[in-house]
């Protein structure tokens, strides 16, 4: 891995030139939870310029990039950087603690998020998240397979969710997502096993047909709904 993103750093400073300021590794590679199969490697490019002509100078390196079975960057300049805190507080938070300059200036070491910004999104994003959750239930077929498949595609985002939903009630941040579904679950009183079960599975230490796919996914749906009328009675009214 360490020996393709030199070489996409080269091919992105060749294409740009002095209008590429910065490239940035964040996510579960640079928090140290990635999980082949399962994670992407997650990039971020910060360019003087962002205007279409300064854009299709890197649509060669992207393309190399995107046929290593990688995710295109995400590409700001350092104005929409600082313009953007509003909207994007969990993923900049985020971003802020764990991440590695591949290239150029720590373009978040100095980025400030106001925490009224991440309350609402985490609220906002935790409500919405649980009412797709419902949606897809109710249009999926009702399969061990379907079932499974519904909770690990959810669950990296659920458990970015509840541990912002920690950081939100004014708790330190969990570092794994272990740590952040049993600190959720406990402080809602609710049943943690639903999510481990779901976590065994990714990692490879359980298989699907090891497990009541009805019985986990019940359990899984209990504790978004926990967690997101918790986050609703504590932050009303505080964003």
């Known amino acids: 891995m360490e020996h393709k993103l030199t070489e996409f750093v080269a091919k992105l400073r060749e294409a740009s030139g002095s209008n590429l300021k910065s ?5 579960s590679v640079a928090s140290g939870e990635f999980q082949e199969g399962h994670s992407n490697v997650n990039t971020f490019c910060v360019l003087e310029n962002g205007d279409l ?8 390196a992207i393309s190399w990039w995107a046929k290593q079975g990688h995710p295109a960057p995400l590409v700001f300049t350092l104005d929409e950087l600082s313009r953007s805190v509003d909207i994007f507080a969990i993923e900049f938070l985020d971003m802020k603690a764990h991440h590695r300059i591949l290239f150029g200036e720590d373009v978040f070491a100095t980025l400030t998020v106001p925490l009224r910004y991440h309350q609402r999104q985490v609220e906002r994003e935790l409500r919405t998240n649980w009412l797709k959750l419902r949606q897809t239930i109710l249009i999926m077929p009702k399969t061990k397979r379907a079932q499974v498949e519904l909770m690990t595609a959810t669950i990296s985002s659920f458990a970015t969710l509840f541990r912002h939903s920690l950081i939100a009630f004014g708790e330190t941040a969990p570092q794994t997502k272990r ?4 600190r959720t679950a406990k402080l809602t009183g609710s049943d943690a096993s639903g999510f481990a079960a779901i976590l065994d599975i990714r990692e490879g230490k359980a298989k699907d047909k090891e497990i009541d796919a009805e019985q986990i996914l019940r359990k899984y749906f209990q504790l978004v709904e926990a967690v997101t009328n918790e986050v609703d009675r504590r932050l009303d009214g505080t964003n």
């Open 53 to 60: 002509a300064g854009l299709e100078l890197l649509q060669p």
């Open 179 to 182: 740590e952040t579904i049993d």
């Open 23 to 27: 490239v940035v590794l964040y996510g």
